[in-house]
Nanobody, 125 residues
Framework: QVQLTESGGGSVQAGGSLRLSCAAS????????MAWFRQRPGKERELLAR????????FYLNSVKDRFTISRDNTENTLFLQMNNLIPEDTAMYYC??????????????????WGQGTQVAVSS
């Protein structure tokens, strides 16, 4: 089974940027949806962004839509999340995830069966 490993988290000041990476241990078909989730302190995990690599179609949570960009390097089987203009409310553990089945992308966490261990992002004011 493919394993996912996130990196790129850290501590930044408000207004700063970070680029998260999610490396897959093996090949992932471009017909499989990939996503970034986050879990803020005391909150449930939420879907931030997802991408259907074959078509390049994306979806974003409204609160990050104009600040975050999801992308995938298909040759390297790596998923990215470029995060700009970070705010303290972005402080969270960030996870990448792989949908269980191919086809259209889901918004439901339960439909994502492979997860990374997470990378911590802390934004100070």
């Amino acid at each position: 089974q493919v394993q996912l490993t996130e990196s790129g988290g850290g501590s930044v000041q408000a207004g700063g940027s970070l680029r998260l990476s999610c490396a897959a241990s093996g090949y992932i078909s471009p017909t499989i949806c990939m996503a970034w989730f986050r879990q803020r302190p005391g909150k449930e995990r939420e879907l931030l962004a997802r991408i259907y690599p074959q078509l390049g179609t994306t979806f974003y949570l409204n609160s990050v839509k104009d600040r975050f960009t999801i992308s995938r390097d298909n040759t390297e089987n790596t998923l990215f999340l470029q995060m700009n203009n970070l705010i303290p409310e972005d402080t969270a553990m960030y996870y990448c995830a792989l949908q269980r089945n191919g086809g259209s992308c889901s918004t439901r966490e339960i439909d994502f069966g492979t997860w990374g261990q997470g990378t911590q992002v802390a934004v100070s004011s």
